[in-house]
């Protein structure tokens, strides 16, 4: 039996590097993070998951190697459960696909659809709730052209609920409604990044980039160095992260921006700085995007943007 991976989770947000055994993931993470994974032109070089850290625009985004995934990763080949229970914890994953084999992907999203990660897609928007008798009663906001009234209930009777009052929000099919019973699902963000482009010209890139027309891709070579910086900043955006620079004494400290999530208010800013300044809290002022006038005073429920600059006051003691 194989032994768990265990992955101390730290920085802003964790991002997980998935592909098959020597596509460069070792590679890749030298050279974008400050970790040192074991590099072999032959294939399992990485039998544990090393983790590294990338300094981006003030973040800190721990990037995970993870070992090569194959083909039935999902039903444990290869150690594969314990890579995909990694995975189900991250903040985004990216999918290294080797520019020669671009039909990789296919085996990694299904490998990751068979263990309940879904890329790029939302939770079903649907409410259900238990009730002791009347059978199922089914709402819907929206028209529903992908399920009837009859194979709805037969799912829901297949997950044992006899009585239940169900309002679907979207127009689902089959597949959504047994995502949202099955309650084991996780939904990730994730892009492909195609690399080793150094070693093809440019009718096989463009030929690889157009089997994978589906997917965001970000063309890169590791080993070379080429668009390493576009792959950074893809993954800065990719996690929805805003940057606020705190002003104190009349100085805005812009080398060491706070990186919070976008729709982040000053609220969230406070609890991210200390406990106890919320309960101190009494206003703020901020400049930027966000503000209406340079030096507004806001509350805690201000939504802050990228790149403002924001001023606390609290009570004093």
């Not at 299904?110 to 939770?123: F, Q, T, V, W, Y």
């Not at 409604?177 to 080793?196: E, M, Q």
């Amino acid at each position: 039996k194989g032994r768990a991976f265990a992955i101390k989770k730290s920085g802003n947000a964790t991002v997980g590097l998935i592909g098959f055994p020597s596509v460069g993931k070792s590679t890749l993470l030298n050279k974008i993070t400050d970790a040192h994974s074991q590099i072999g032109e032959y294939d399992f070089t990485t039998i544990d998951i090393v983790p590294g850290v990338m300094k981006y625009k003030g973040a800190k985004i721990q990037i995970l190697d993870m070992p090569g995934m194959i083909k039935d990763a999902s039903k444990g080949r290869g150690r594969g459960r314990e890579i995909i229970s990694v995975a189900r914890t991250v903040d985004l994953i990216v999918m290294l696909v080797d520019v020669f084999h671009p039909e990789q992907l296919d085996v990694l999203i299904r490998e990751l659809h068979d263990a309940g990660i879904r890329l790029n897609s939302k939770p079903p928007d649907i409410v259900l709730r238990s009730k002791e008798r009347g059978g199922i009663s089914v709402n819907s906001t929206v028209k529903l052209t992908k399920i009837d009234e009859k194979m709805i209930k037969n799912v829901l009777n297949e997950y044992s609920y006899i009585n239940a009052d169900i309002v679907i929000r979207e127009n689902i099919n089959e597949d959504r409604l047994i995502d949202f019973l099955s309650k084991n699902r996780a939904y990730i963000h994730g892009f492909v990044v195609l690399n080793k482009i150094d070693l093809a010209d440019e009718k096989g890139i463009k030929k690889s980039s157009e089997k994978l027309k589906r997917w965001e891709i970000v063309p890169i070579s590791a080993d070379k160095n080429i668009n390493l910086d576009l792959l950074k900043e893809k993954i800065f955006k990719k996690l929805n992260f805003i940057r606020v620079y705190m002003k104190h004494d009349g100085k805005t400290d812009y080398d060491e921006p706070m990186v919070v999530k976008e729709g982040s208010n000053v609220g969230m800013i406070c609890d991210n700085l200390r406990r106890d300044f919320r309960k101190k809290f009494r206003y703020a002022y901020v400049w930027g995007k966000s503000a209406l006038y340079p030096g507004q005073m806001v509350g805690f429920n201000h939504v802050l943007m990228d790149e403002d600059v924001l001023t606390l006051v609290l009570e004093r003691k």
